[in-house]
């Protein structure tokens, strides 16, 4: 199970983190990513850190901006993000998987998802 937090309403420029935890099972052998899901819009990938080299992936909207994290210890995954803009405001969801490269900002290549945690950015 993965439980995200870390959400909220807050300010444009504002920065806010968030943090996925991972319970019942340990997810130390699969990559992690963060997707999010704006009203009426489809779910879209933010960021990824895959497991092996601990390479991390982001869209080209947060690039620059957010920043993904793993603490394999803990077995979470944050999300740190910065300069937030209403455009960033969405649900969104923690996820696990082993997507090949090319399928890391694909949703279907993640087979656990978190609850989601809403974030709202006002201008």
């Known amino acids: 199970q993965l439980q995200a937090s870390g959400g909220g309403l807050v300010q444009a420029g504002d920065s806010l983190r968030l943090s996925c935890a991972a319970s019942?099972?340990?997810?130390?052998?699969?990559?992690m990513a963060w997707f999010r899901q704006a009203p009426g819009r489809e779910r879209e990938f933010v960021a990824a850190?895959?497991?092996?080299?601990?390479?991390?992936f982001y869209a080209d909207s947060v690039k620059g901006r957010f920043t993904i994290s793993r603490d394999n210890a803990k077995d979470t995954l944050d999300l740190q993000m910065n300069s937030l803009k209403p455009e960033d405001t969405a649900l969104y969801y923690c996820?696990?998987?082993?997507?090949?490269?090319?399928?890391?900002?694909?949703?279907?290549?993640?087979?656990?998802w978190g609850q989601g945690t809403q974030v709202t950015v006002s201008s």
């Open positions: 996820a696990v998987g082993r997507p090949i490269t090319s399928s890391v900002r694909d949703a279907t290549s993640y087979y656990y």
């Open positions: 019942g099972r340990a997810f130390s052998n699969y990559d």
């Open positions: 850190f895959r497991r092996i080299g601990r390479i991390t």
